[in-house]
């Protein structure tokens, strides 16, 4: 099986900072994509920022300019950098990957359970 585990989660100020860290482990063959997504209470779960195949990022439009998303694929690791914390960016904070693992060999997605991201002052 594959495991994701996020940290560095917690509560921030409005205007303040937070490490987003998450590791992968299990029966990996390879990642191809890996990044963050984020639900808040009551709406749907949108992208933070995504890493394809260790080349194109993508960032959603909602913290755009905020974050800044890195891979280390020797770690099997992605970080999620945020700044400019507002409270509407309050969610749980998911890391997802697409691996390819040892059981089928095929890519399939991984979630990580999350990480509770509270900005308030």
């Known amino acids: 099986q594959v495991q994701l585990v996020e940290s560095g989660g917690g509560l921030v100020q409005p205007g303040g900072s937070l490490r987003l860290s998450c590791a992968a482990s299990?029966?990996?063959?390879?990642?191809?994509?890996m990044g963050w997504y984020r639900q808040a209470p009551a709406k749907e779960r949108e992208l933070v920022a995504v890493?394809?195949?260790?080349?194109?990022?993508n960032y959603g439009d909602s913290m755009e300019g905020r974050v800044t998303i890195s891979r280390d694929s020797a770690k099997k690791s992605v970080y999620l950098q945020m700044t400019s914390l507002k409270p509407e960016d309050t969610a749980v904070y998911h890391c997802?990957?697409?691996?390819?693992?040892?059981?089928?060999?095929?890519?399939?997605?991984?979630w990580g359970q999350g990480t509770q991201v509270t900005v308030s002052s």
């Open positions: 997802y990957a697409k691996v390819q693992d040892r059981r089928s060999y095929l890519f399939r997605p991984y």
């Open positions: 299990g029966s990996i063959v390879s990642i191809a994509d």
């Open positions: 890493i394809r195949n260790a080349v194109t990022t």
